[in-house]
């Protein structure tokens, strides 16, 4: 496997620009099964959770293909396929989103239960709740669900889930509502920017949705879904893991295209490290002086500090000037970037999905390795930062949700090498075994 070799200390600065977002368009892809045309997703990033997805799709009947200009083109060729296998299901939890389409547009889905990354308990009892709400008829057999609805028909669904509302239930469920029978009310929704986009998305193929960003959906189901051409949103969180390592740095960085809007509670927070924070129509720019100030953070459902930030802002805090509090209520048992960030030298308490991080000045490079996507930005912004060479195995789990990401940095001025297995140096490898 592929690691980084980071060679920190280096000041960054410059302008990047952020890519489409993940979490919007592997939803939206999904819902393509739902359209009868052919449907055009401009700005998709390439990703290997976009390339797994593509591979389900195309055993669901569906034709992907990617232009030149970076759009995808998805067209159902044959609607007879219904099994979303475990092999691939497994790799990627949005996977997943395939059977709210499958169901009103098929009236039968074989999907295997997901996979994806190390971060906690994440049932998908919500999911079948919805959908048996609707009308499907459900069963679990060898570690599939299989469902079955001739006819859709709208109700009311409460997804409220114990740590908040579900946004991958969110996007199943209302990509199954949009053509069942009658009105739905779903209650408890994600409020998230790429619920909103996936909602637009349904809007522009003929959808008929009313309450996009409110805890409350309105779906009046409609017969058919045309094809569209529709371009994602960028993506929040590539955007902040950028700002964050332009911060940890001492440095000043414009991330083009970012959206300040979808990311006001970190724009705050960084406001109250220290941080100077510029927004505008071009995107967002951060300039630090120093080491940041301590924070005290709480990942929550949107509008909160989302918990694909809270381990980057966790790599942050260990060079603060004071000492933070990082607390996780989505995915309580989501801290196991702590140890890796204490090889770094970083003075992390960690406790009942809570972390007390005592800020020093400086961290030092180590061998480290990568549980999961977001774990591995926090080391790579910890890397950034940390005197001497840091060396990142397991980087794959990076290129599930960043696009680039090591071109992008150098672009703004840091060191940041990519090595293939036979090129990691032989001491890398004698110090792992120590």
């Known amino acids: 496997m592929h690691s980084f070799q980071i060679t920190g200390g280096r000041r960054l600065s410059g302008t990047v620009r952020v890519g489409g977002s993940k979490n919007a368009a592997l939803p939206m892809m999904a819902a393509a ?51 979303a296998r475990y092999d691939l299901v497994r790799r990627m939890r949005a996977s997943f989103c395939v059977l709210g389409p499958l169901l009103p547009r098929r009236g039968h889905a074989v999907v295997s239960l997901p996979g994806g990354c190390n971060i906690g308990r994440r049932p998908v009892d ?53 053509l069942a029978q009658g009105k739905t009310t779903i209650t408890g929704a994600a409020m998230e920017p790429e619920i909103v986009d996936l909602g637009n998305f349904l809007v522009a193929m003929g959808a008929n949705i009313h309450g996009l960003g409110t805890p409350v959906l309105e779906i009046d189901g409609v017969e058919r879904l045309r094809g569209v051409a529709y371009r994602i949103i960028p993506d929040r969180i590539e955007a902040a893991t950028l700002l964050l390592a332009a911060a940890i ?3 000043s960085a414009t991330i083009a295209g970012a959206r300040p809007e979808h990311l006001t509670s970190v724009l705050e927070t960084l406001r109250r490290a220290g941080l100077q924070i510029a927004t505008g129509s071009e995107g967002i720019t951060v300039t630090s002086s120093g080491r940041p100030g301590p924070i005290d953070i709480t990942a929550l459902p949107y509008p ?4 694909d930030l809270q381990a980057q802002l966790t790599a942050l805090a260990c060079v603060a000037d004071g ?42 490079g180590a061998e480290v390795t990568a549980s999961d996507l977001r774990a591995s930005a926090a080391l790579v912004i910890a890397g950034l930062a940390a005197r001497g060479k840091t060396t990142i195995h397991q980087i794959h789990h990076l290129d599930r949700g960043y696009e680039r990401l090591d071109e992008k940095l150098n672009r703004l001025g840091a060191r940041v090498e990519r090595l293939s297995p036979t090129a990691a140096p032989p001491h890398t490898m004698q110090s792992r075994d120590r």
Do not use: W
């Open 304 to 307: 909160g500090i989302p918990t």
């Open 323 to 364: 000492r933070s509090t990082v607390r996780d209520c989505v995915f309580p048992h989501r801290f196991l970037h702590v140890a890796e960030l204490k090889r770094l030298g970083a003075k992390i308490e960690n406790c009942q999905g809570t972390a007390i991080v005592t800020g020093i000045e400086h961290l030092s």
């Open 33 to 83: 099964i739902l359209a009868d045309g052919p449907v055009r997703l401009e700005g998709l990033p390439r990703l290997t959770d976009v390339r797994t997805l593509a591979r389900v799709l195309r055993q669901l009947g569906m034709r992907v293909a990617r232009t030149r200009d970076d759009a995808v083109l998805l067209e159902t060729v044959d609607p007879a396929p219904v099994r």
């Open 249 to 251: 740095t001492g440095g």
């Open 126 to 178: 919500l999911h079948l709740k919805g959908l048996a709400a609707l009308g499907a008829d459900l069963r679990l057999r060898h570690g599939y669900v299989i469902a079955e609805a001739p006819r859709l028909v709208g109700t009311a669904i409460d997804l409220t889930g114990p740590r908040g509302p579900t946004v991958t239930g969110t996007a199943n469920i209302l990509s199954a509502a949009v």
